[in-house]
T-cell receptor, first 111, second 114 residues
Framework: GEDVEQSLFLSVREGDSSVINCTYT??????LYWYKQEPGAGLQLLTY?????DMKQDQRLTVLLNKKDKHLSLRIADTQTGDSAIYFC???????????FGAGTRLAVHP | NAGVTQTPKFQVLKTGQSMTLQCAQD?????MSWYRQDPGMGLRLIHY???????DQGEVPNGYNVSRSTTEDFPLRPLSAAPSQTSVYFC?????????????FGPGTRLTVT
């Protein structure tokens, strides 16, 4: 079946690194995504990784993919208060024109 | 480009009433989708469309109707509003492209059914 799981809450101190974890079930997923939702807004694509990659780095963001364990993580370096948001992991099972979302991880950044 | 637009931003309905949640995109995307977002449950797919004239059911389609008469528009209609349909609704669009289903989201419509 299709299922994406994330922990619901993460609290970090400003300046520290944040690591948000996600597990997914569909090994056919070609792309895996991280979306960010700020309060009262829609979802914005942060980054995505193709399934034949292990790692992708984009400025302060690092995505790690472990296909064997079906585990995806998002690391945010030097976390700032502006990074406070809900982060959603999503997969796109092959052959389906849709995304399967996790429940979202609320990241709280405190001074 | 305006991207994906949704109207209204807020709507309050009484049980049994009906209305239409509007969604439009100006990116000439083939795929459009409707999701609902409930606390602690992430986004769940209601209906989606792979092109004008074609719609299909998602994970939670019951109680909703959609149509896709043009590429640009994908309205969602709760058939007879129920309190269980109180939620935030997001419309999204994406290009068929190369299998990358990156979706562009609208700002959402908050629907309250009393």
């Amino acid at each position: 079946g299709e299922d994406v799981e994330q922990s619901l809450f993460l609290s970090v101190r400003e300046g520290d690194s944040s690591v948000i974890n996600c597990t997914y079930t569909d090994s056919s997923s070609t792309y895996l995504y991280w979306y960010k939702q700020e309060p009262g807004a829609g979802l914005q694509l942060l980054t995505y990784i193709f399934s034949n990659m292990d790692m992708k780095q984009d400025q302060r963001l690092t995505v790690l993919l472990n296909k064997k364990d079906k585990h995806l993580s998002l690391r945010i370096a030097d976390t700032q208060t502006g990074d406070s948001a809900i982060y959603f992991c999503a997969e796109s099972p092959r052959g389906y024109n849709k995304l399967i979302f996790g429940a979202g991880t609320r990241l709280a950044v405190h001074p | 480009n305006a991207g994906v637009t949704q109207t209204p931003k807020f709507q309050v309905l009484k049980t049994g009433q009906s209305m239409t949640l509007q969604c439009a995109q100006d990116m000439n995307h083939e795929y459009m989708s409707w999701y609902r977002q409930d606390p602690g449950m992430g986004l769940r797919l209601i209906h989606y469309s792979v092109g004008a004239g074609i719609t299909d059911q998602g994970e939670v389609p019951n109680g909703y109707n959609v149509s896709r008469s043009t590429t640009e528009d994908f309205p969602l209609r709760p058939l007879s509003a129920a309190p269980s349909q109180t939620s935030v609704y997001f419309c999204a669009s994406s290009s068929a492209g190369t299998g990358n289903y990156e979706q562009y989201f609208g700002p959402g419509t908050r629907l309250t059914v009393t």
